[in-house]
């Protein structure tokens, strides 16, 4: 498996990918995501043939990893990125939800699945070519929160770290919650 080892160092190729665009305190992706290599055959079982047993897998296996590091310890929520309610019923179950709540399990930190919500259903990512990956932004997404998460320490979950531009407009969203903080972890990351 091509492991990235950005968990152990924090100016990795992930965290470069968020410089001058959003503050977020930490980046780490798993995995490489290649076309047609391994992961990619992994992250599509998992996104569109049902397999979320990969899901489970992959962030019990990390989780192993993130255990090491001192600032998950003050990572107060998990959250992933969601998907559009219509993509949600379509599909009977949101990929990125799987692997985070193996996160959760393992690393005792809680999930909150409906702090976020998509507003707006847009195609697949992965059909789509680099520059309309970057026109997602903050319209696409709603935080719901009231003052019991204010100061608190967000961990954004989502599949393929590519543009950033899910993240980053994710991200926005939760830095709005007063005394916020973010770190994102994502099972990949590609280079394209």
């Known amino acids: 498996m091509p492991l ?9 190729e992930a965290h470069k990918k968020f410089y001058g665009r959003i503050l977020v305190d930490h980046v780490s992706a798993f995995l490489y995501y290649h076309k047609k290599g391994i992961v990619q ?11 979320e047993e990969i899901g489970t897998v992959l962030g019990e296996w990390y989780a192993v990893h993130l255990l ?16 559009h309610r219509k993509k949600l019923r379509k599909r009977g179950y949101n990929q990125v939800t799987t692997f985070s709540k193996a996160l959760s399990d ?18 697949t990512q992965s059909r789509k070519s ?26 954004l979950v989502d ?12 991200g926005r969203k939760l830095l709005r919650i007063p005394g916020a903080q973010l770190s994102i972890v994502t099972i990949a990351f590609s280079h394209s």
């Not at 990235?4 to 990795?12: A, E, K, L, R, V």
């Not at 090491?68 to 998907?83: F, G, H, K, M, T």
């Not at 696409?140 to 019991?148: E, Y």
């Open 41 to 51: 055959q992994l992250i599509h079982a998992l996104k569109y043939r049902g397999h």
């Open 159 to 170: 599949d393929v770290l590519t543009t950033g531009a899910t993240l980053e407009a994710c």
């Open 4 to 12: 990235t080892g950005f968990y152990s160092y924090p100016d990795n």
């Open 106 to 123: 393992k690393l005792k930190i809680p999930l909150l699945e409906n702090l976020l919500v998509r507003k707006i259903d847009s195609e």
């Open 68 to 83: 090491e590091l001192e600032w998950v310890a003050r990572v107060d929520y998990i959250i992933p990125v969601p998907l």
């Open 130 to 155: 680099f520059l309309k990956r970057t026109e997602i932004n903050e319209a696409f997404f709603d935080a719901h929160f009231d003052q019991s998460l204010h100061n608190r320490h967000f961990l």
